[in-house]
Every structure is written in C-alpha cells, then in structure tokens.
Nanobody
Framework: QVQLVESGGGLVQTGGSLRLSCAAS????????MGWYRQAPGKQRELVAIVSGTTTINYADSVKGRFTISRDNAKNTVYLQMNSLKPEDTAVYYC??????????????WGQGTQVTVSS
C-alpha cells in the first residue's frame, strides 16, 4: 500500500502565501511523477503543477509566475509554494503520484485533499 499525506492548506487573504507538502510512503520502488491538482466547487479537477522525472516541470497557465513546485526525491515529498494567492485559487488541492511499486507494477495514488481558501 502507498499513501500520500498532505499538509499546509488553510485560510489566507488575497495576496498571501501558503506552502503545501505531500509525502509518499509505502511500497515504492521509484516515483515517476508527483503533482498537485485542485477542484473548486462545481468545477472539474484540474492540473496545477507537476514534476515528471527529475527536471520536467509543468504549470497551469493560471498559476505560472505565482506557484512553484519542488520535489525532494530522498524524502518522496513534493511541495507547492503558492504566492500572490487570489480568490479564484480557492479549492481542494490534491496530491498525485505515479510510481513503480516494489512488485514492479506502475500505479497511481491520490492524497485525501487539503482545503485552500483565499478571502477577498
């Protein structure tokens, strides 16, 4: 079993900052990609940022220049630094990992989600 444990969500005013963390644990041989998605009420889940391999990073256009994703491979942890937050960033943020398990199966796992609320 592999688990993702997220932390760092909360309530912040417009223009403020938050840092999300997501740690993976369990029967992991290697992690191919880790990323953050978000889902606002009444909307579909969307990609926010993702780190693939060791150096490939992609961001949603709406967060470019404001959010920074980083990954600590030794700790199987991914971070999302969110600056200049806007009310439209309000959503439940989910961590996702695509990994190779110790039984050589390629699998995917989601975190439980953490609420980010930006007040105007």
């Amino acid at each position: 079993q592999v688990q993702l444990v997220e932390s760092g969500g909360g309530l912040v005013q417009t223009g403020g900052s938050l840092r999300l963390s997501c740690a993976a644990s369990g029967s992991i041989f290697s992690i191919n990609a880790m990323g953050w998605y978000r889902q606002a009420p009444g909307k579909q889940r969307e990609l926010v940022a993702i780190v693939s391999g060791t150096t490939t990073i992609n961001y949603a256009d709406s967060v470019k220049g404001r959010f920074t994703i980083s990954r600590d491979n030794a700790k199987n942890t991914v971070y999302l630094q969110m600056n200049s937050l806007k009310p439209e960033d309000t959503a439940v943020y989910y961590c996702n990992a695509a990994y190779l398990a110790t039984n050589w199966r390629s699998l995917e796992v989601w975190g439980q989600g953490t609420q980010v609320t930006v007040s105007s």
